[in-house]
């Protein structure tokens, strides 16, 4: 239409008077209507060309196959020297071992996991994508000691379905321990996304490879103790509802063994979750309280101790990361084989829930008064309301089940467990600060 606004403006000056002014015919309104339009189409047409070129020189041309060879080799993963260390580590080095997939193997539980599975001789492969969710040089220097231990960790998503299959191509899985979750109560206030791309779309991602695997793997996976969530009823028990949830967090776990239930019964994945109470220890999560609560007493920082209703006491089920591990080893062990086959179900399998904790709560403020001791210095306590926050005044395992079913049983009270923790601490972050100062 630009190109017709200059034709209409000259028709509206008025003709030199005196001189003859020719009518104006419809003939020559549509002449000059046409010309407009065909000179409109003109450059239409060749802008369009020109952006249709550009696109098309912006693309790559189809790979070969060759090409496509070489272009997996050169990725992050993938390639003759790629698939060995990934064999290497998933090798099984003792007559009854599994070989096993740590998803979240740079992680808390995962590292510790991973570690114990290698030095019994199971074949173990980690598996985790290193997220900033908190100081990534941790999570790096576990890489160092599982790679000291033999353990490949190879970087990556479990949403990420073609490194996933393609590990499963490279070995035949006896089991999966899928530790890899978006961890932590608070955080699901600010990140609510994260919790639904890790723990409910990497959960099915995972299962999705796991089914359509041949054999299929047996599965052990890490619910919470957060999805009894409003449960006025203790010691929390694997029979007691779970439908209160009080934070995302915890409706992600829930909504993560209600899934597991479904693939157990649609494809025959022998799947066994473990509720994990409050786990701590060396090598542990910077976002829990006992690990900041250290950090601020020896900075000399106040720390804020939170209090139910009524001055009511908060109090957590600290379960000793050692205790952890024979319940994730024992669960392993005991999980019966899956039964389909190609994705399809053969018959039915085996479907558990566990908890894993340590059936003695103990309120946060006689932790406190622990790490006060094995720090040797007092702590500046700051006693406040407990915000609406997702957390939960107390939690409470009964493990009897765990106890008759996988022989479970804990040995390590807080006390014992934080002198070990604070031992660790004390040497990890002198050595971290010594590497930094040279």
Known sequence: MSQLKPISHLDNIPSTPGKFKMDKSPYIHRLRWHSSLTKLAFWSFIFLGIIILFFLRSQPSPPSLETSRR??????????????????????????????????????????????????????????????????????????????????????????????RKLFDVVAFTHVMHLAAQAGVRYAMQNPSSYVHSNIAGLVNVLEVCKSANPQPAIV????????????????????????????????KKAGEEIAHTY???YG????????????????RPDMAYFFFTKDILKGKKIQIFEGPDHGTVARDFTYIDDIVKGCLASLDTAEKSTGTGGKKKGPAQLRIFNLGNTSPVPVLDLVSIL???????????????PRNGDVQFTHANISLAQRELGYNPTTDLQTGLKKFVKWYDGFYSVSKKKTSI
């Open 71 to 164: 272009s997996l080799q050169t990725s992050i993963y993938g390639g003759p020297g790629w698939e060995k260390r990934v064999r290497s580590s998933a090798r099984i080095r003792s007559r009854h071992g599994h070989s096993v997939l740590v998803t979240g193997a740079a992680g808390f539980v995962g590292t510790h996991v991973s570690i114990a599975l290698k030095r019994r001789g199971d074949g173990v492969l980690g598996l985790d994508n290193f997220n900033d969710y908190y100081d990534p040089s941790l999570k790096r220097a576990r890489q160092a000691l599982l790679e000291r231990s033999g353990v490949f960790v190879v970087e990556g998503d479990i949403n990420d379905s073609t490194l996933l």
């Open 221 to 252: 996976w890490a619910s919470s103790s957060s999805v009894y969530g409003l449960n006025s009823k203790v010691p929390f028990s694997e029979k007691d509802r779970t439908d209160q949830p009080a934070s995302l967090y915890a409706a992600t």
């Open 264 to 266: 157990n019964h649609i």
């Open 269 to 284: 994945l022998s799947i066994t979750g473990l509720r994990f109470f409050t786990v701590y220890g060396p090598w542990g």
């Open 372 to 386: 006060e001791k094995q720090l040797k210095k007092k702590a500046h306590r700051m006693i406040i309301k407990m």
